[in-house]
T-cell receptor, first 116, second 111 residues
């Protein structure tokens, strides 16, 4: 049981390049989300999904796309990388959403992205 | 708007001293609040949630709806408590819910 797996762990991009951050979970969780972590800003929600085929925007969605074709995978795409997207990205999943004990979020180990 | 406020960025204490990490929230509905912790070079993990009313690693947090607070407390800090702590609020938005985090606080426990 690997939990939430993110790849890659580190990435350097040039401005204007595109790439996909991968996230996979093996816990059969319905709810998955992407956050970015910046100094002094905490964790900010980029996009989230409440199940396969369903995605929605978070606080800071601009410049990012997501899709959820399977329960297990929730990739985050940077369409045209900008220096402002330099950050640490975390993927998280939980069994359900709303309230109750099953809403604990499990996090991946993070992807440190630098855009030059 | 739903918001989680952690007013301090850094708290530095000596080992054995009491710790209180402050968290205030704004939400008109019934909140579900959490504390997450990120130790150095590790992933974020749940520390505790208000509905469980439990003590984890000596930490407790009580939801005070009147003051809209969910402060994290520990009577005697240990060096291994040094980490980044995030307060988080789960709230409903129509048919879905979101988990929003405060800006986090770094706790440093000195020997």
């Amino acid at each position: 049981n690997a939990g939430v797996t993110q790849t890659p762990k580190f990435q350097v991009l040039k401005t204007g390049q595109s790439m996909t951050l991968q996230c996979a979970q093996d816990m059969n969780h319905e709810y998955m989300s992407w956050y970015r972590q910046d100094p002094g800003m905490g964790l900010r929600l980029i996009h989230y999904s409440v199940g396969a085929g369903i995605t929605d925007q978070g606080e800071v969605p601009n410049g990012y796309n997501v899709s959820r074709s399977t329960t297990e995978d929730f990739p985050l795409r940077l369409l045209s990388a900008a220096p402002s997207q330099t950050s640490v990205y975390f993927c998280a999943s939980s069994y359900s959403f709303g309230s109750g004990a099953r809403t604990e979020a499990f996090f991946g180990q993070g992807t440190r992205l630098t855009v030059v | 708007a739903q918001r989680v406020t952690q007013p301090e960025k850094l708290l530095s204490v000596f080992k054995g001293a009491p710790v209180e990490l402050k968290c205030n929230y704004s939400y008109s509905g019934s909140p579900e609040l959490f504390w997450y912790v990120q130790y150095s070079r590790q992933r974020l993990q749940l520390l505790l949630r208000h509905i469980s009313r439990e003590s984890i690693k000596g930490f407790t947090a009580d939801l005070n709806k009147g003051e809209t607070s969910f402060h994290l407390k520990k009577p005697f800090a240990q060096e291994e408590d040094s980490a980044m702590y995030y307060c988080a609020l789960s709230y409903f938005t129509g048919a879905n819910s979101k988990l929003t985090f405060g800006k986090g606080i770094t706790l440093s426990v000195r020997p």
